[in-house]
């Protein structure tokens, strides 16, 4: 639930995630995303970004 904001009422956020790849993320507004964004990533639901590492060739 989203806290209210400018003296609105609270509302119920609902986001469905399903797997592979498919969620109700991007039918939201850029507000409620970041918010989604945001608690995935709190509850770790979100893969973390790769790592950046040095190649080495070896010849």
Do not use: C, H, Y
Request: glycine share 2%; charged share 25%.
């Amino acid at each position: 639930m989203q806290t209210p904001d400018d003296g609105k009422r609270a509302t119920t956020l609902t986001v469905t995630l399903r797997s592979p790849n498919t969620t109700t993320i991007p039918n939201k507004t850029e507000a409620e995303r970041q918010f989604v964004i945001a608690l995935l990533d709190r509850w770790k639901l979100i893969a973390p970004p790769p790592e950046p590492f040095d190649v080495i060739e070896a010849v």
